[in-house]
Each structure stands twice: as C-alpha cells, then as structure tokens.
C-alpha cells in the first residue's frame, strides 16, 4: 500500500554571508549568527580575526535584528591568540614591538580598528546575545561583554588577564563590565585575573541565564524569539534610552523618555516622518 504520508523536504541550508579568519556570519530572516571557527585554537583571537569581525557587521542585511555570538568547540574564545606575544608576531601584522614604536596616532588608529570588531554589537538597532560556553578569557570575555545579552553554560569561565600580562583591557570591555557588576568589583577582576564562574556570573549580572551546556543553543533561540515579538521600532527606541540612562541625569532621562514616548505615539498614529 503506497503511503501518503508528506515527503520530508531537507532543511534549508544557509550559506555563510562571510566566512573567513576563523569569523562565519550566516543569516537567516531576522537573525544573524557569528560564529568563531577555530576550536582547535580555542577561538583564539587575532586582528584578522577583528578585521573579519568588523566586516561582519558591515554586511548585516538592513533586515537583522538579532545577532547571535558563538563559539564552536568547547571553549567560546580563550583570548589573544599566544603568537601575538612571540617577537615576530603574526604573519603580516605589525608585532607589539612595531605598534609601541609608531607614532601616537598610528598606534591609536591600530587600536581603534582593532576595536571596531567590538562595538558594532552594541547598535541601537539590533540585540546581540553571545552564548558563552567554556573560557571566555581577555579578548574572549570582552567580546561577550560586547553583546547585550549573554547565556551561559555552567562551565563558563570569564577571566580578564590583560592586566597580569602588563597590558590593559582595551577592546572595549571596561564600561560595559563596570556598569554590570559596580566599580570595585570590576577593579577586583580586572587586578587579579581570576575565574568568573557561572554562578557568580549569574549573581552579579554578567549572565542573563545559566542553561545546561545542551540546552544553550535552544535557551539562545527562545531569546531572540522573545525579542523578535515586540515591535522593532519601541525596542530600539528602549534600547537607545537604556544606553544612556547612567550617562543622564534623572531630568535628562525623563525628557529623553518623554521625546521617544512622543515619536512612537506619533509613529503609531501614522503622523510619523
């Protein structure tokens, strides 16, 4: 007896937008995924790997709302990648000793560029989410502190280690640490280099949610279904107040609070621009 039950069709398969320097972007409607692709190096980091970071954002579709930050393999990203600190450095990139010996300028353009990788997650208009598994260590634990939101899995191991290596943080990690988990605490961190783990993590703000290490991928993508449900423009319009909101005083807030309530009644009355 032929079955009539429908032929399975085989999921759609997603071609990377960009996939290059250990950086894969891939896009699906409103969601975009970067994912760091070298597990066998940890997801060590280096600026082609910044670079490529940079260009991801770049080539977000206008359509993106939600970008999602991953790491395959056990560990989300374990920082530098070690061959920075060898003489030579990497293969066509100016080693440490070539950027203290620039000028001022050049050597604060080259940390600039470096930053871009970073700060493009925080636009108003998307959410980033990282989800954090294993070591997120220096530049590791800064790129997820780059995104809005993190989800991690209870072998999470934030650390910032620049500072016992006589460097400092900075790809763009100390304002948004210090807002999470206070002044002190994050002096704390930062000055001794030890482990955060999930639960701390959790207590103090860093984590949004701890899920099973299985249950990551899934917990992610309920997320960005929850924020893909409110209306685009009031949650960057609320996202945008959010940013700002320590910066202002209270004053300063409310009548920020007031000028964006103003656009969205208008917006919703169709007497917008």
């Known amino acids: ?14 071609e990377p937008v960009l996939d290059k320097d250990g950086v894969r972007l891939t896009v699906e ?8 692709t070298n597990p066998a190096k940890r997801n060590a980091q280096s600026p082609a ?3 490529a ?17 991953r790491g395959e393999g056990k560990s989300f990203s374990a920082g530098l990648d070690r061959q920075a600190f060898a003489p030579e450095g990497f293969d066509g990139e100016p080693s440490f000793g070539d950027l203290a010996g620039g000028s001022d ?4 353009a080259a940390i600039s560029a470096y930053q871009d990788g970073f700060v493009w ?26 995104c809005d939101l993190r989800i991690v899995a209870p ?3 934030f650390a910032m280690r620049e500072t016992s290596l006589g460097l400092v943080p900075d790809l763009t990690g100390t304002h948004p640490l210090v807002g999470l988990v206070g002044y002190a605490r994050a002096l704390e961190i930062c000055a001794t280099g030890r482990y955060v783990q999930a639960e701390e993590a959790e207590r103090t703000g860093l984590a949004n949610l701890v899920v099973p290490a299985d249950e990551l991928d899934s917990a992610v993508r309920d997320l960005a279904a929850a924020l893909l449900a409110a209306p685009r423009d009031a949650l960057i319009e609320t996202k945008a107040l959010l940013q700002g909101a320590s910066a202002r005083t209270l004053e ?3 009548a920020a609070e007031r000028a964006a309530q103003a656009r969205r009644l208008r917006d919703l009355a169709g007497l917008g621009d």
């Open 105 to 108: 300028e050049q050597l604060d």
């Open 155 to 157: 072998d999470v191991q």
């Open 252 to 254: 300063a807030q409310r």
């Open 1 to 14: 007896m032929t079955s009539l039950e429908p032929v399975q069709e085989p999921a759609a398969v997603r």
């Open 29 to 36: 409607d409103a969601v975009a995924t970067v994912t760091l």
């Open 49 to 51: 790997l910044w670079r």
């Open 121 to 146: 997650l925080r636009r108003s208009d998307l959410v980033s989410i990282a989800a954090v598994q294993g070591h997120a260590i220096g530049a590791g634990f800064q790129l997820a502190l780059s």
């Open 53 to 69: 970071l940079t260009e991801a954002g770049r080539s977000l579709p206008g359509s993106v709302r939600v970008v999602v930050l």
